[in-house]
């Protein structure tokens, strides 16, 4: 490294000599770093706006484009303590008696008073079990294969309260089972008539005559009703005159409508279309549409101050926290102004809206038919209003054609329902943004700032590295200054000293 001599001949403060000279050579460098940053603060803006359309896209796929979502059923009970019931968005509107005998019950052992004692070593048990509807439980082997036989260990030493909870806790069982004053009860989880349970193996047998339960010929548990044990239960009910009495389970579902029989009783139930559902999803859908519209518009009109640009660390540095705050938001504001992307995609979601839906067959065909029209303030930029008294007549009359103008299907624009038109565009807007500012995984040779923002990093490290070179050149000329007003300074006293002799 050379030399660098400070000043001490000529008594010039050198420093500060060089330093106020790079100034002035970095000059150029500030510009590239500013650069650097307008470009960043565009990207970020740009990925905020995609961030905007996105959470749109997802809002309308969430709750326009699923028919269970936007379509939904309501049904009502004149005697909800006996019977609920629900619908899906395809049943009928229809009602329906159902007058409940008795509900379908789970089968529960009680044993006698148990003998257990634990066993000396592991001891593998077999059963079988037979679900309340009759199917029997199954098991999938490590091979893969599926066995209706369920093998459970019992542990050394394991305590009843051990046994139980191995015999609860082994899922495929399908059981709960407890011990209180000396007897066992085990429960069947489901209901149903046909619920069993069958020891297969003689170390079964063994442990469960230890916990007082007795078995048939054919090795099944029995129920000891003096005890309180009972068989299991079907549902008997009669519905619109049918008499059921084969359903295993109290809820089951015919054409689309789920019932719950809870206790005995009658109930007339009634399956309509949830209007209010419907229609709040079409006044959120609205409210969001407006709410992006107006970011957007607000970025395309944004105010650009060429006056302020990035500031310096030095430039920081001479100003408190919150002139600093308010110079960057100037700074970065008008960043996106008269974007050709987002003013395009605008242009497209209005037409998107706007444009009536070419559907044979259907009643609706336009949004101003559900009471949807635009803003007649030009300062709302294609805002949209809602006549909500109109658009629940048209729900109310006509759900699935109030689903069809949002979802039509179509290979052709004009054949799409405008939801379906509006995900299309914002689609492709979220692509082309894309291309542009990327996505935060993304290198920055995968997107155009990207790549422009690399141009400039290499412009800088080339910068910095000739403004390192300028540096070494201004120190070495200073410095053969300074050696030679020292070489003068010595020669001038030596003259001195010899007129003085």
């Known amino acids: 490294m050379a030399i660098r001599i400070g000043g001490l001949a000529s008594g010039m403060d050198i420093d500060t000599l060089v330093g106020d000279l790079m100034k002035a050579e970095r000059i150029p460098l500030n510009k590239l770093n500013q650069n650097k940053q307008i470009l960043e603060w565009q990207r970020d803006d740009y990925r905020s706006m995609n961030k905007l359309l996105s959470d749109f896209d997802q809002f309308v796929f969430d709750n326009i484009s699923l028919k269970s979502k936007m379509i939904t059923k309501q049904v009502t009970s004149t005697n909800s303590s006996a019977v609920t019931a629900t619908a899906n968005s395809s049943a009928a509107n229809i009602n329906t008696t159902v007058n409940v005998t008795s509900t379908a019950k789970s089968a529960t052992w009680i044993s006698n008073n148990s003998t257990y004692s634990p066993v000396a070593s592991d001891t593998e048990i077999e059963l079988t079990v037979t679900n309340g509807d009759g199917t029997v439980a199954s098991v999938t082997n490590p091979d893969g294969t599926t066995s209706n036989v369920i093998k459970l260990t019992i542990k050394a030493g394991a305590t009843l309260d051990d046994v139980l909870k ?267 943004i894309e291309q542009k500012a990327g996505r935060p995984a993304w290198t920055n040779q995968q997107f155009s700032i990207g790549r422009t923002l690399g141009q400039v990093d290499s412009q800088i490290n080339r910068f910095e590295d000739r403004l390192t070179r300028v540096e070494q050149r201004y120190w070495r000329q200073f410095t053969a200054m300074e050696q030679a007003i020292q070489r003068a300074n010595e020669q001038s006293a030596s003259l001195m000293q010899q007129f003085s002799m």
Do not use: C
């Not at 007082?212 to 129920?223: L, Q």
């Not at 019932?259 to 009658?266: A, D, E, K």
């Not at 969001?288 to 920081?316: F, G, V």
């Open 166 to 432: 191995e015999l609860s806790n082994k899922k495929e069982l399908g059981i709960s089972a407890f011990s209180e004053s000396g007897k066992v009860v085990i429960t069947k989880n489901d209901t149903g008539a046909k619920a069993a349970i069958k020891l297969v193996d003689g170390d079964a047998q063994s442990l469960f005559q230890s916990l007082g339960f007795t078995s048939d010929a054919s090795n099944n548990v029995t129920f000891n009703t003096s005890l309180g044990a009972k068989a299991g239960e079907n549902a008997d009910y009669t519905i619109n005159g049918l008499r059921v009495t084969d359903r295993a389970s109290n809820t089951f579902t015919i054409n689309n409508v789920n019932y719950t029989l809870h206790s005995p009783g009658q109930a007339s139930l009634t399956v309509s279309g949830n209007t209010d559902h419907t229609v709040d999803k079409i006044v959120e859908f609205v409210s969001k549409y407006n709410e992006m519209i107006e970011k957007i518009n607000s970025k395309l009109s944004e105010s650009h101050y060429r006056d302020y640009k990035p500031l310096t660390a030095e430039e920081k540095g001479e100003m408190s926290e919150k002139q600093v705050e308010l110079w960057e938001e100037r700074a970065k504001s008008g960043l996106l102004r008269n974007d050709s992307i987002l003013s395009g995609s605008l242009s497209k979601l209005r037409m998107d809206i706007y444009n009536p839906v070419n559907q044979t067959g259907s009643t609706l065909n336009q949004l101003t038919e559900i009471g949807i029209t635009t803003s007649t303030n030009f300062r709302d930029k294609g805002k949209l209003v809602i006549n909500e008294a109109k658009l629940r007549e048209a729900v109310e009359k006509d759900p699935d054609a109030v689903f069809t103008l949002f979802n039509a299907s179509g290979t052709n624009q004009e054949d799409m329902g405008l939801a379906v038109r509006v995900r299309e565009t914002i689609k492709n807007t979220i692509s082309n």
